[in-house]
């Protein structure tokens, strides 16, 4: 578990984050873009079948909930380009929800001047500010990270 959380603390986190999000390829609400970026990424010229991380994904998950028993409920930071939040991230449906999924691993960090260099770049920049709870609680990578400047704290999807 160790070592996915490293190797995920470097290149490797497109690859696991892209199964994630773009490994739905039958489903209609998979925007294209995602499913292709998938293929790209996970596909094999040799195959038909990508390569969706399933062993990866359940050992980082696994880690990361490990990990996260020894984190402090603490404020994290988010920072994204080139993307724009849904309509359902502002407006209240008819149950009185709103908000969005992340349906891969989400990384946070507690120092926010690293978000605001995520959310430089390309498009639209937003910068999340989110209190952990108790029980919803990411999990400190400092100790493993091939980045330790980040003070990454890493969400399982």
């Not at 739905?24 to 094999?44: I, Q, V, W, Y």
């Not at 993307?83 to 120092?111: N, Y």
């Not at 920049?125 to 400092?142: F, P, R, Y």
Request: charged share 20%.
């Amino acid at each position: 578990e160790a070592l996915a959380l490293r190797l995920y603390t470097g290149p490797l986190f497109e690859k696991c984050n892209i199964a994630n999000r773009g490994g739905a390829l039958d489903g209609e609400k998979t925007p294209s873009f995602m499913k292709n970026h998938f293929l790209e990424l996970c596909g094999r010229s040799d195959s038909n079948c990508p390569n969706r991380y399933c062993t990866t994904n359940f050992v980082l998950t696994s880690g990361i909930v490990k990990t996260s028993k020894m984190t402090k409920a603490m404020t994290v930071w988010r920072g994204n380009c080139g993307g724009r939040l849904p309509v359902q991230f502002w407006k209240e449906d008819a149950t009185g929800v709103r908000g969005g999924v992340e349906f891969a691993f989400m990384s946070t960090t507690t120092d926010r001047k690293v978000a605001f260099q995520y959310a430089r770049g390309d498009g639209i920049g937003t910068i999340l500010e989110m209190q952990m709870g108790m029980i919803d609680k990411g999990a400190d990578l400092g100790w493993v990270s091939q980045y330790p400047h980040e003070a990454e704290l890493c969400f399982p999807p």
